[in-house]
C-alpha cells in the first residue's frame, strides 16, 4: 500500500523492556518505543506484523499474571494509511446504503397492488378503467389521472364517493355507495359478458336462448327479456337471471418470474370477485411468459 498503516500497541508487564528482546529475536522491526507507566511500553509495529507480536505475548486483559507475565493490547492505528483502513471497513455498509437508496427511489414509483379501503363492489369495473390508464401491478405508477378515473367510478350505480391515492408501493382505492342505492332493474336482454362454454343458466324471469354446454361470444344474448303467453303472444318482462360460463385467457407477458406474470395476466384478464379460478400456468418463452388462466366467470342480471 502507497501509505503505509501502523498499528500501536501497549505491552504490559514486570520488567516490560525484557520483552523486546524476544520481540527482536522474532525479526519484528519497532518503532517509537516509549515508557508510559512502569509496568508499560507503548510501541509501534507495522500492521502486518501485530499478528506476530499477539501470537508471541496473549492479547488483552489489564494486568499481567503468573502464567501471561506480558499482555498487549492495540490502541488503534497511525498514519496516513488509517483512513484507508476505515474505509475499506465501511465499504461494505457504504455499498449497501447506496443499493438500498437507489433501490427505495426506484420501487416507491411502482405499484404492487390495488387495495379498497372501503367497498370493493365494483372491483373488476376499478380494474378494467386502471388497466385502460396503463396503472398495472409491477410497473412504473402514471400519475395525472385519479381525476378522470373517479369521475368515470362515481357514474356507477350508487357510489357517492371515490378518492385514489398511492400509498407507497399500494394504489388506495377508496370508494363509498350512498346508503339508499338505487334499485332500478336493468332494461334489455341479458348479453354475454364473457367468451367460452355455458356451464349453468338459470332465469327467473325472461326466456333461455342458450344451453348448458353451449359455446357462446362476449355479446351473444344469454336470456332475452320476454316470455311466451298462453296466447303464443310475446310479453316485455326484465330479466332475472344468472348464468356461469368457462372461459380461458392467454397473453404473452414480458416479466421476470412466474408470480409477476400471473399478476398481470390476472388484472389483464379483469377476473369478478365471484369468478373461480380453475387452472393457471406460466411458462418461459423467448420473449417472457405465455400465461394461460382458465376460470368460472358468474354473469348476473338484476339479481
Given at each position: 500500500?502507497?501509505?503505509?498503516?501502523?498499528?500501536?500497541?501497549?505491552?504490559?508487564g514486570?520488567?516490560?523492556?525484557r520483552?523486546?528482546?524476544?520481540?527482536?529475536?522474532?525479526?519484528?522491526?519497532?518503532?517509537?518505543?516509549?515508557?508510559t507507566?512502569?509496568?508499560?511500553?507503548?510501541?509501534?509495529?507495522?500492521?502486518?506484523?501485530?499478528?506476530?507480536?499477539?501470537?508471541?505475548?496473549?492479547?488483552?486483559?489489564?494486568?499481567?499474571t503468573?502464567?501471561?507475565?506480558?499482555?498487549?493490547?492495540?490502541?488503534?492505528?497511525?498514519?496516513?494509511?488509517?483512513?484507508?483502513?476505515?474505509?475499506?471497513?465501511?465499504?461494505?455498509f457504504?455499498?449497501?446504503?447506496?443499493?438500498?437508496?437507489?433501490?427505495?427511489?426506484?420501487?416507491d414509483?411502482?405499484?404492487?397492488?390495488?387495495?379498497?379501503?372501503?367497498?370493493?363492489v365494483y372491483?373488476?369495473?376499478?380494474?378494467?378503467?386502471?388497466?385502460e390508464?396503463?396503472?398495472?401491478?409491477?410497473?412504473?405508477?402514471k400519475?395525472?389521472?385519479?381525476?378522470?378515473?373517479?369521475?368515470?367510478?362515481?357514474?356507477?350505480?350508487?357510489?357517492?364517493?371515490?378518492?385514489?391515492?398511492?400509498?407507497?408501493?399500494?394504489?388506495?382505492?377508496?370508494?363509498?355507495?350512498?346508503?339508499?342505492?338505487?334499485?332500478?332493474?336493468?332494461?334489455?336482454a341479458?348479453?354475454?359478458?364473457?367468451?367460452?362454454?355455458?356451464?349453468?343458466?338459470?332465469?327467473?324471469?325472461?326466456?333461455?336462448e342458450?344451453?348448458?354446454?353451449?359455446?357462446?361470444?362476449a355479446?351473444?344474448?344469454?336470456?332475452?327479456?320476454?316470455?311466451?303467453?298462453?296466447?303464443?303472444?310475446?310479453?316485455?318482462?326484465?330479466?332475472?337471471?344468472r348464468?356461469?360460463?368457462?372461459?380461458?385467457?392467454?397473453?404473452?407477458?414480458?416479466?421476470?418470474?412466474?408470480k409477476?406474470?400471473?399478476?398481470?395476466?390476472?388484472?389483464?384478464?379483469?377476473i369478478?370477485?365471484?369468478?373461480?379460478?380453475?387452472?393457471?400456468?406460466s411458462?418461459?418463452?423467448?420473449?417472457?411468459?405465455?400465461?394461460?388462466?382458465?376460470?368460472?366467470?358468474?354473469e348476473?342480471?338484476?339479481?
Amino acid at each position: 500500500m502507497f501509505f503505509p498503516l501502523r498499528e500501536r500497541l501497549e505491552l504490559q508487564g514486570l520488567m516490560p523492556e525484557r520483552a523486546l528482546l524476544r520481540l527482536r529475536r522474532a525479526g519484528i522491526p519497532l518503532y517509537d518505543v516509549r515508557k508510559t507507566k512502569s509496568d508499560t511500553l507503548r510501541i509501534t509495529v507495522k500492521k502486518k506484523d501485530a499478528a506476530t507480536v499477539f501470537s508471541v505475548y496473549p492479547k488483552g486483559g489489564d494486568y499481567a499474571t503468573a502464567y501471561a507475565p506480558y499482555v498487549v493490547r492495540s490502541v488503534g492505528y497511525i498514519g496516513v494509511g488509517r483512513y484507508w483502513e476505515t474505509l475499506k471497513r465501511r465499504i461494505g455498509f457504504s455499498l449497501g446504503a447506496c443499493v438500498f437508496c437507489l433501490s427505495t427511489m426506484f420501487f416507491d414509483g411502482c405499484i404492487f397492488g390495488v387495495e379498497f379501503t372501503a367497498s370493493s363492489v365494483y372491483a373488476r369495473e376499478t380494474f378494467a378503467l386502471l388497466d385502460e390508464y396503463g396503472i398495472r401491478p409491477f410497473s412504473r405508477y402514471k400519475a395525472g389521472n385519479e381525476e378522470k378515473i373517479c369521475a368515470k367510478l362515481l357514474a356507477l350505480d350508487g357510489v357517492e364517493f371515490c378518492s385514489i391515492k398511492k400509498s407507497g408501493t399500494r394504489l388506495l382505492v377508496d370508494m363509498r355507495l350512498g346508503e339508499t342505492p338505487k334499485t332500478t332493474f336493468t332494461k334489455g336482454a341479458m348479453k354475454a359478458r364473457h367468451t367460452g362454454n355455458v356451464l349453468a343458466i338459470t332465469a327467473l324471469k325472461g326466456s333461455v336462448e342458450k344451453n348448458v354446454g353451449d359455446s357462446v361470444n362476449a355479446g351473444d344474448t344469454l336470456v332475452g327479456d320476454w316470455i311466451e303467453t298462453a296466447d303464443g303472444e310475446r310479453r316485455r318482462v326484465d330479466v332475472m337471471a344468472r348464468v356461469s360460463i368457462a372461459c380461458s385467457y392467454e397473453c404473452v407477458v414480458a416479466a421476470t418470474d412466474e408470480k409477476e406474470a400471473f399478476a398481470v395476466a390476472y388484472m389483464q384478464a379483469a377476473i369478478g370477485e365471484e369468478d373461480v379460478i380453475t387452472y393457471t400456468q406460466s411458462v418461459a418463452i423467448e420473449n417472457g411468459y405465455f400465461t394461460r388462466i382458465e376460470y368460472t366467470a358468474i354473469e348476473r342480471m338484476n339479481v
